[in-house]
């Protein structure tokens, strides 16, 4: 490109003078020898020359100038500003060192001095450039130095209150080390702050939390008012929080039993409990983690279905599940043949799998006994309690359909849906028999392995009947741990301790102590022939072997405890024992003795019933009740034979009959069937001799 039209006319900048060169010195902070001065000259064409500004970079009013040497008169290449950590040198507003006033005659619009029109920049060659050393020293120190000590100016226009040695800290790798230290400083201490104010906000609202009622309403008013569920669940978990850590939070003057009674009165208004119920539960588990099991059992526990291996295979069904709807998955890796179903479009009580028996609704709790049992085929089993079936139709499809199982239960109504089920499953090794429990030794013995999954109170299973809460009281748990005892040392002398089995499992849908960890020391006590085992289910929670001042045997850490807030499952106990000899002879025969004298110590009245006076003067007796009424016996008697009747399909009527007309009735039947002969044969007639 040519020379541009303002060049032309402005013409060849003036080099600068040393008095020029001695200010941009002062205005870098650099020593300055001194200079005379020089008159100010006047630009050519009368217009005012201006001197040369501190920024020459090789432009003249914005654009590049022609010329690439330019040396000024000293015949010295100019050096340039060296650069600022590796950047160019910019320009910047100063306020530190104020500028002094220049004339204008001195302001030009461009680099250097004042332009002629008259100027020709055709003589400007190679040697018109400025030199490296324009600053009038070949001295490094004479060059300012963005890194050499001393006063600086602030880099950009927002810095300007900032000091140019903290803007030229924030670009070197050190102070950028620095500064990341002082921000994690900086962090840190913002963190301590926030904790030290969460922690005050924490000792503010938790310091003494107020839980306990002060007594000052009126309980009749109260007690007419329904509770507020909300302020029952704040002041449960405060309560908790005291309990939790008692010497800090806790009010002064107070004892850790009167928050635990509030803690007991505000479970029994919030989840319905009887106060009897509500503490036996929990004294079984610390504060928050019986809050956990009170909220589980408001929950229901998810279905689960068990696989008949007897007709399909899990992989299977499931997958004909799934294709009509069902959402569902493993209930886990411990069990091999259950399905937990989560949703469902069809009911699965009326599905053609469930028809066909390849499947049936069982609580994963169910599957426990079975496993711990663990039957061996052709083995021969008793399950004592069977009904509804879940349980004896797992151990036959366990046992392949070998061996015998002998399915017990004392109710003949609940039989009928464990004959169904057995019939449904396609199950042809059980033989469904109805007895009292506690005196099969006597029925039928010799058993390989026993499972008795005893009648409970049903205390882990809260969340299926809610009624537990309320209808289950002291007495219940005096008598039923009583039949427990009873069923296990009759399940004990009706097992074989010879040969591959020798196991008894005892198991129950409770939680309470008094079912569980006392009927199992109970039964060791009494039957020294028997030891607890493992259970090997891989899970659970091992069993009590102290519990509020009872010891027990320490071989009770091998039971097992299932709760609903920890496995998502019904609550489940379950023991294996080990018969590993016969039962003493002397503990039969205590039995039995102490049978016989419960038999002789019944009165029974073997005196002849007065049926005349005749006898009543032989016996020498008085009727002190009055005599009987034979008329109203009768009455008794005839409604008596008509049920009988009824029962074998007779029509009751005919005992309304009198005995003479149906005897008048036979005979002429009689005598018209020697009228009329059968198959046409004539009527025989006497004839006389």
């Known amino acids: 490109m040519g020379t541009g039209n303002r060049l032309k006319h402005q013409g060849v900048p003036e080099p600068l003078s040393h008095a020029q060169i001695a200010k941009l010195k002062r205005k870098a902070g650099l020593p300055v020898d001194d200079v005379p001065e020089t008159k100010k000259r006047k630009a050519q064409n009368g217009k005012p020359s201006a001197k040369p500004s501190s920024k020459l970079n090789g432009k003249t009013n914005g654009k590049p100038n022609g010329n690439k040497d330019v040396k000024p008169k000293s015949g010295k290449p100019v050096k340039p500003l060296p650069p600022q950590n590796g950047r160019a040198v910019k320009s910047k507003a100063k306020k530190a060192l104020p500028e002094p006033e220049l004339d204008l005659d001195d302001m030009s619009d461009g680099v250097g001095g004042g332009f002629s029109d008259d100027d020709d920049m055709s003589d400007l060659g190679e040697e018109g450039r400025l030199g490296d050393d324009f600053l009038g020293s070949d001295d490094d120190d004479s060059v300012y130095d963005s890194d050499a000590e001393g006063e600086r100016k602030a880099m950009f226009s927002e810095d300007e209150d900032d000091s140019d040695r903290d803007a030229e800290e924030r670009l070197t790798a050190a102070n950028i080390a620095g500064l990341s230290r002082k921000l994690d400083q900086e962090r840190a201490e913002d963190e301590a702050a926030d904790e030290a104010e969460m922690q005050a906000t924490m000792q503010t609202n938790i310091d003494v939390p107020h ?154 709790s169910s599957f426990l006994p079975c496993m711990a049992l663990a039957p061996q085929e052709g083995e021969r089993i008793l399950d004592m309690a069977s009904a509804p079936g879940g349980k004896t139709t797992y151990l036959a499809a366990m046992m392949k359909n070998t061996g015998c199982i002998f399915a017990n239960d004392p109710s003949k109504t609940r039989s009928r849906g464990l004959i169904g089920n057995i019939h449904r499953l396609g199950v042809r090794n059980v033989i469904v028999c109805n007895y009292d429990a506690r005196d099969f030794p006597k029925v039928m013995g010799g058993f390989d392995r026993v499972l008795l999954d005893a009648p409970c109170t049903g205390t882990g299973v809260i969340a299926k009947d809610p009624s537990v809460k309320t209808n289950k009281t002291e007495k219940d748990f005096m008598t039923i741990p009583h039949t427990q005892k009873q069923l296990l040392l009759g399940a004990i002398d009706s097992v074989n301790h010879a040969g591959t089995g020798g196991i008894i499992v005892y198991s129950t849908c409770s939680v309470a102590v008094e079912e569980n960890e006392m009927v199992v020391q109970y039964a060791l006590k009494k039957r020294p022939n028997v030891r607890l085992v493992s259970t090997d289910i891989p899970f659970g929670k091992e069993g009590f072997t102290a519990y509020q001042g009872k010891t027990f045997d320490k071989s009770l850490n091998l039971t097992r405890r299932f709760y609903p807030h920890t496995l998502n499952m019904d609550g489940f106990f379950v023991a294996k024992f080990h018969k590993i000899g016969p039962t003493p002879a002397s503990l039969l025969k205590d039995r039995v003795e102490h049978k016989s004298n419960t038999e002789q110590m019944e009165v029974f009245d073997k005196t002849p019933i007065a049926a005349d006076a005749r006898v009543a003067a032989q016996t020498g007796e008085t009727d002190d009740f009055g005599g009987f009424d034979d008329d109203e016996d009768a009455e008794y008697i005839q409604r008596a034979k008509k049920n009988a009747m009824r029962k074998r399909g007779l029509d009751p009527k005919a005992l309304n009959k009198p005995k003479g007309e149906t005897a008048s009735k036979g005979d002429k039947s009689q005598a018209k069937a020697k009228a009329n002969p059968v198959n046409g044969s004539k009527p025989k007639t006497k004839t006389k001799a």
């Open 211 to 364: 839980v306990l009622e002060d007594g000052t309403e009126d309980p009749q008013s109260k007690a007419l008012l329904a509770p507020d569920l909300q302020l029952l669940r704040q002041r449960i978990s405060d309560t908790i929080r005291v309990l939790d850590d008692f010497a800090n939070l806790s009010e002064k003057g107070t004892s850790r039993s009167e928050y635990t009674a509030q803690l007991l009165k505000d479970i029994c208004a919030y989840y319905g409990y009887s106060e009897f119920l509500a503490e036996k539960l929990l004294n079984l588990f610390p504060p928050r983690e019986a809050l956990a099991f009170f909220d589980a059992n408001e929950t229901p526990r998810p279905v689960v279905i068990r696989t008949n291996t007897l007709k399909t295979s899990r992989r299977e069904l499931a997958s004909a599940l799934i294709n009509r709807g069902v959402t569902l998955e493993p209930v886990g890796k411990w069990s091999k043949v259950g399905l937990q179903v989560f949703e469902t479009n069809v009911p699965l009580g009326a599905t053609p799998e469930y028809l066909a028996g390849q499947y049936l609704i069982q609580a994963g």
